[in-house]
């Protein structure tokens, strides 16, 4: 395997961030043939930020890449129903066994991203943990050609690269290095508390609704189940004698008492997380010598939880248009990006805004579900190297549409 600590001075493409964006860009790259580093400041295993549900085009792209298996050997439970609650009204859908998945998955973080990142490892990318980029080295031109990385021991190192990608999250410091303009904005953020149990029995994944509230119980490995509520920014301010964990069990109760009851019984394990929220955007995803992928390219209210199916998709597109190499590939990037973040944001953002009845919600989940299917379309797509649904699905968008006024302000 490829672990080297020391960076060499040229690769043909830097990845800078290792977990789904970066690790899945990599390992495509390395494996079509390209010197590929792959740098990211945190430390190989650590958690983020997640509530850890994985759609079905991002798990027919883990499985067809031969990562799903080790998903599984690590003991990532299978998800064979997912159930909606609107109020006190169920409607539950069963996983269908299609394309060689019949399940859905929500592994912890602490796995998928090793195991996307060893992926990238032993398809021949290096891989370079506690590895800052902090500036971005431009040719005479202006074009991007490399990083400067200060690696863990704070050596610093001039790598460079016909291609940076930034990989590096919604604060993405590749995107603001090359001044990437952001296309769409989104105007309402939701904020999160989530926590994880032990000894709730789950049939699969619960996501619950009521007006104002938004609650979900997804399991994951260890035989723990992830459950997490969502609000508005106004109900998550502190207030005085309300703890964290007493919002929590608060939002858990208007949102479901089914729920409030069960997880009585159950018992917390760890600490509560909490994310205060942040406006959904699209930014530009390429310009000269550089690409972005993942959320440093697009992010989204985590309130439809696409996040890393978004990044695994982007990912594939990227990769398979810089291993075109043709002039114009990134231009295909992006347009085939925006036939889905477009909509993605829109929908994510209008059910962050908690500004809906049941009925409306259920219009926009209907919508969430027909893009999804037309996603899985494109992805089955990646598997026999056609392109054509996502070029017409690009045409019929006609790309990015913008959210607010104005449409784009510098990053
Ligand atoms: C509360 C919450 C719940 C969520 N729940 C879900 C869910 O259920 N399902 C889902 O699909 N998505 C979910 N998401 C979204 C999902 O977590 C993200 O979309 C996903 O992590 C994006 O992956 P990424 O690789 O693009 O970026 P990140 O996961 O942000 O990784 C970026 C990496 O870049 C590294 N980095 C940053 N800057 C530098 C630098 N200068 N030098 C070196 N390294 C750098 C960081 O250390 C980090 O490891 C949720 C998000 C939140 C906040």
Redesign the pocket.
Known sequence: MNTSATPKARYDAVV???????AATARLLARAGLRVLV????RRGSD????????RA?VMQLHRWGVLERLVAGGTPPIRRTTFHYGSEPVRVDIKDRDGVDALF?PR?TLL?VVLADAAVESGAQVLYG????EILRGPTGRVQGVLVTDAVGRRHRVEADLVIG???????VGSAVGARVLCAGKHRGA?V?SYWQGLELDGTHWHYAPGVAAGA?PTNEGLACV?VGMPPNRFRVRPGVSLDGLFQQVVWDCHPGLARALHAARRVGKP?A?AGREGFLRQPWGEGWAL????AC?KD?IT???????LRDAELLARAVTRGATGALVDYQAERDAFAVEFLELSDRIASFDWDLDHLQVLHHRLSRLMARECECVRDFDTSQHASMREAADRTGGCRPLTSPVAVAV
């Open positions: 800078v961030g290792a977990r789904v964006a970066g740098v990211d400041r945190g983020t930020l997640s509530t850890l549900a994985l759609m991002g929500a973080r991203d590895a800052t980029v902090r990989a590096d999250g919604a604060r993405s410091t999160y989530y997804i997490f997380y994310f992928v993942g959320d440093a992010f985590p939880a696409h996040g890393m199916t978004d990044a």
